[in-house]
Every structure is written in structure tokens, then in C-alpha cells.
């Protein structure tokens, strides 16, 4: 069974910073892309970012510019570095790949909180 542990969330005012991190308890070379996903209160799930195993990269409009993601493969880790953080990024983050998420799997997120 697959595991990923999403950490570095937290309060932060309007225009600051946070940098995610999610651990996979498996060689995310084998799931191939991953991704970031968020949900806000009351809202579905949306994915912002994702990030293949060459490191080719997409962002949702919404964080275009702002939202940079990467990945180290060789300590199975993904990050989400945000800067210019605003009220409507507040959600919970979770860090998946397309495999796991046809599978149903969701690790337990982080909560990003933006307010002043």
C-alpha cells in the first residue's frame, strides 16, 4: 500500500509564502506523474499543479506564476513552493499521481490557511 505524507502547511497572510512537501513510501518514478491538489470548503477538489518524471511542468490558471512544483526522485519527495499566497488558496493540499488517485487513494492533505 502506497503512502504519501503531505507537511509544511499552516497560517500565512496575503502575499506571503509556504513550501509543501509530500513523502511517497515508493519510488514515484514508477507512478509517473505527480500532482498537487487542493480543496477549498464547500468546493471540489482541483488539481493546481502537476509535474512528470522529467520534471516537465503545468499549473492551473489560477496559480500560474505564483505556484512552482518539483520533485526530488531519488528521496521520492514533491514539493509546492507558493509565494504570493491569497485568501482564495485556503484549502486543504494533497499530493497524489493519476494511478493512485483511479485507485481512491487520498493522503490525509496539509491546510493551507491564507488570512490577515
Known amino acids: 500500500q502506497v503512502q504519501l505524507v503531505e507537511s509544511g502547511g499552516g497560517l500565512v497572510q496575503p502575499g506571503g509564502s509556504l513550501r509543501l512537501s509530500c513523502v511517497a513510501s515508493t519510488d514515484i518514478t514508477r507512478l509517473g506523474v505527480m500532482g498537487w491538489y487542493r480543496q477549498a470548503p464547500g468546493k471540489e477538489r482541483e488539481l493546481v499543479a502537476s509535474?512528470?518524471?522529467?520534471?516537465?511542468?503545468n499549473y492551473a490558471d489560477s496559480v500560474k506564476g505564483r505556484f512552482t512544483i518539483s520533485r526530488d526522485n531519488a528521496k521520492n519527495t514533491v514539493f509546492l513552493q507558493m509565494n504570493s499566497l491569497k485568501p482564495e488558496d485556503t484549502a486543504v493540499y494533497y499530493c497524489n499521481a493519476p494511478v493512485l488517485v483511479l485507485r481512491g487513494y487520498w493522503g490525509q492533505g496539509t491546510q493551507v490557511t491564507v488570512s490577515s
Open positions: 509535474c512528470s518524471t522529467d520534471s516537465l511542468t
